[in-house]
């Protein structure tokens, strides 16, 4: 029997908003590494610094939304679209994070220590988020991979049971309330685990674990129900399109106002960062606002995730390099923003061609396998 997912017309559509904000998170992720190598000091660089490392919750918004419209689109006609969830997956994520350990474990950075034998097999099992002392991952910035992967693992579940607003509302409820003593477990867990580390270290970890991230999954889910229910029936009224000009702005005054606040404001700000970005989504969902919903961004989106293994090399490789622009800016002693734009810049033009010959010889083939291997299993009798 030849399965139906073979016909081309059933691959799940790309939507270009999706794509373009993938391209942000990276671009957003890679100008607060910069700034951290940039060691910006002043009040408006280190903040606006500090708010690029929430691209990595904006990649988590967006995953949610992407993987629920491929799996309600591929639940339609595959025999087995929960295995086949996993199989693509798998080979989505692991051959170019192997590559990254495989790299990262030769060369050494700044970014981590020369790893052990163990933080290598946890990291290349994908077991490393369930065990503290290597929750980092030998791939530097491998504990949003870690999270990535906990999230996949319960996805499936996840997709049977939250299937409506109402549902996704009373989820991201519960969840609230439940990280309140579950990171009080897990500070108990840590220190008992490892008395010797310091306080920082514990809060390092309990930001990272995924419980602690779970909520931005939510909120995914919740702007998928928006995007489902109001953008897609409604598509193409004018009244819809003024609402999401107003909602697009909203998002934005929201997102910008929060980088500009230094401290967590009764939560933590990276779940009010993920309402920003999931507000975001909704109206770029009805609004393709050219200004970030471009060739260039999608482009960059694209390649997001070699973006995210390489660039930490190559900011590390050229950061000799960086010391020696600081000087060309006549600028009062403490202002960073010339180095930061100038590392930045750099980076930004270095890490587009290397991360798409890191998409076409690692990325590709990998996902070429998963599909060949997913024809091969829905093809075979059940």
């Known amino acids: 029997m030849v ?46 610094s500090a708010a690029g490392a929430r691209g990595v919750q904006l990649f988590f918004a967006v995953s949610a939304i992407t993987l629920l419209m491929s799996m309600d689109k591929r639940s339609q006609w595959e025999q087995h679209p929960v295995r086949n969830f996993f199989v693509r997956r798998f080979f989505r994520i692991a051959p170019l994070f192997w590559a990254g ?8 950075t700044s970014w ?13 099992t994908f077991l490393f988020p369930l065990w503290p002392p290597a929750h980092a991952s030998v791939v ?6 870690g999270v990535e992967m906990c999230f996949y693992a319960i996805f499936p579940l996840m997709h049977r049971h939250i299937t409506s607003m109402n549902r996704g509302l009373v989820a991201l409820l519960l969840a609230t309330i439940a990280i309140v003593p579950l990171n009080l477990v897990e500070k108990m867990l840590y220190m008992k685990l490892r008395p010797e580390a310091v306080h920082y270290l514990e ?14 999954f939510v909120v995914g889910f919740v702007a998928y129900f928006a995007i489902r229910q109001h953008a897609v029936p409604l598509a193409g009224s004018p009244s819809l399109k003024r609402r999401s000009w ?3 702005v909203l998002a934005l005054y929201l997102l910008f106002g929060l980088a500009f606040t230094g401290h967590n404001i009764i939560i933590q700000k990276h779940f009010t960062f993920a309402c920003g970005f999931g507000l975001l989504a909704w109206a770029l969902s009805v ?13 960059i989106g694209k390649i997001s995730y070699s973006m995210y293994i390489w660039h930490f090399a190559l900011i590390d490789l050229l950061g000799g390099c960086y010391g020696e622009l600081a000087p060309w800016f006549p600028l009062p002693p403490g202002h960073d923003i010339p180095r ?13 061609p290397v991360s798409y010959l890191s998409y076409r010889f690692i990325e590709e083939p990998g996902m070429a396998i998963g599909k060949r291997l997913i024809r091969k299993l829905e093809a075979s009798p059940t």
């Not at 530097?140 to 991979?145: D, E, R």
Request: one cysteine or more.
């Open 3 to 48: 399965s139906k997912s073979n016909h081309p017309n059933h691959a799940p559509q790309h939507y270009a908003y999706l794509d373009a904000l993938r391209g942000w998170a990276i671009l957003a992720v890679i100008a607060h590494h910069c700034g951290n190598a940039a060691l910006c000091k002043g009040q408006w660089p280190f903040l606006l």
């Open 101 to 108: 350990i495989v790299f990262y474990s030769c060369i050494p």
């Open 112 to 124: 981590c220590s020369p790893p052990e034998w163990l933080p290598i097999v946890l990291s290349a």
């Open 140 to 145: 530097p910035g491998g504990w949003s991979i």
């Open 203 to 216: 809060g390092q970890f309990r930001f990272y674990w995924f419980p602690n991230q779970f909520l931005v």
């Open 246 to 248: 107003i909602m697009l």
């Open 287 to 299: 609004n393709n606002c050219f200004a970030l919903v471009n060739p260039v961004t999608r482009f």
């Open 340 to 352: 930061w734009t100038c590392m930045a810049a750099i980076t930004f033009a270095l890490a587009i």
